[in-house]
């Protein structure tokens, strides 16, 4: 019989709250609450974090109620990295965060809505959800009397822009990055060029676990592929021929979703298996070192890697470029385009108090540009159609 899991006690290269780097604009402590677990909190609480209920994965948020969506996805993301983070003794709570947070810049329509908004501001300094990110939670979220933004701490900040390693390169010096990181440096530096901490590198993988599996189990279950298709890929075959031959009398969506656990379960198990390795062989004894290691402490095994590059290539070709979704892409990329080139020549046309915000520009085409991407980045895929129909749709007129 398995014994009961015993959380392990916190690796001294975790990063500690009550150590935090503070934040921008000092504030008093909680007396009920880690400075990690406050950024939860307001992150949770926030308005972009709800309206990712209605961003897409894959799919447009109304083709179904049963696919993924941002928030959904963010919600994976977040049991994934708590559990990775536990057992390795890292900040549970700081990983909880940047996996809820990591996805928080994202316009709606997914990739082709990133891929439509870089484009149409591509002379205005162009578009990076990345960077988005980092104006939602240090410009545009509007809480707090006497702050724009969510003022998170320093680890929570750094964690959300760095979780994929450092952004400045000896090949990409910060002149190059978006405006959006530029101008925050000058306020508080983020050391773009070193890795993240420890948990920033867990919520990037568990995205990646998260994002393996759970596009397998939505593109099943809309029909884009089977699972006779899967039967060639390395890991992932093998797990879905256990589980039917374990259980050859179960109906069809309970050997995906048992296959799916499964795989997950051996994706996560890799990690751990494979941070300890270098932990053994790196010895960190600060969150300091780990980055300034040169290389992320936390990563999969070279096997595992290996194994992830056929599954990714064939959800590319059978589900993202799936000529169904392509179809709903090519809508998305044309509404963001005409809403943006709307409200750019017209922006009386925006709401209040994006009206006033664009007044406010005065001639700066470059600042009422970023307006525009601001109030079109924020929308919900939902929110995003009904704006192109009231604007664009004349019929309503009759």
């Known amino acids: 019989m398995a014994k009961p899991f015993t959380a392990p006690l916190k690796a001294p290269f975790a990063s500690d709250p009550a150590r935090s780097r503070g934040r921008l604009h000092a504030s008093l402590p909680s007396p009920t609450r880690t400075e990690f677990q406050r950024d939860r909190d307001r992150v949770i609480h926030s308005d972009a974090f709800r309206r990712l209920k209605q961003k897409t994965q894959v799919f447009v948020a109304h083709e179904g109620d049963h696919y993924r969506t941002r928030l959904t996805h963010s919600l994976e993301v977040s049991q994934i990295a708590r559990t990775a983070a536990r057992v390795l003794g890292l900040d549970e709570d700081l990983a909880e965060v940047l996996a809820l947070a990591h996805d928080i810049g994202h316009p709606p329509f997914g990739h082709a809505g990133e891929t439509a908004l870089n484009a149409v501001m591509e002379q205005y300094d162009g578009f990076d959800h990345n960077a988005q990110a980092l104006r939602v939670l240090t410009k545009l979220e509007h809480k707090y009397p006497k702050f724009d933004g969510l003022n998170l701490t320093w680890e929570t900040l750094e964690g959300v822009i760095k979780h994929n390693g450092p952004l400045v390169t000896k090949d990409k010096p910060i002149d190059k990055l978006p405006a959006a990181f530029r101008d925050y440096e000058a306020l508080q530096s983020l050391e ?165 915000r664009a007044a406010a520009t005065g001639k700066d085409a470059t600042k009422r540009a970023r307006v525009v991407c601001d109030y079109i980045a924020g929308m919900t895929d939902t929110y995003a159609i009904d704006e192109h129909r009231r604007l664009f749709n004349l019929e309503r007129w009759a």
Do not use: C
């Open 192 to 356: 773009l060029d070193t890795f993240a901490g420890p948990e920033a590198q867990v919520a990037a993988l568990a995205d990646d676990i998260a994002y393996n599996n759970h596009d397998i189990d939505d593109g099943l279950k809309a029909g884009l592929f089977k699972v006779d298709d899967l039967m060639d890929i390395p890991l992932t075959g093998d797990v879905f021929r256990a589980v039917m031959a374990e259980y050859p009398d179960v109906e069809h969506g309970r050997i995906i979703s048992e296959s799916v656990r499964r795989l997950i379960g051996i994706w996560l198990g890799d990690l751990i298996a494979e941070t300890r390795r270098r932990v053994a062989k790196e010895k960190p004894q600060t969150v300091e070192e780990v980055r300034a290691l040169g290389r992320a402490l936390v990563a999969f095994s070279p096997e595992i890697a290996e194994k992830q590059k056929p599954l990714r290539e064939f959800l590319f070709q059978r589900m993202y470029r799936h000529h169904k979704v392509n179809r709903m892409m090519s809508q998305a990329r044309r509404i963001v385009r005409e809403l943006f080139a709307l409200f750019l020549a017209e922006p009386d046309t925006l709401p209040s108090p994006w009206r006033e």
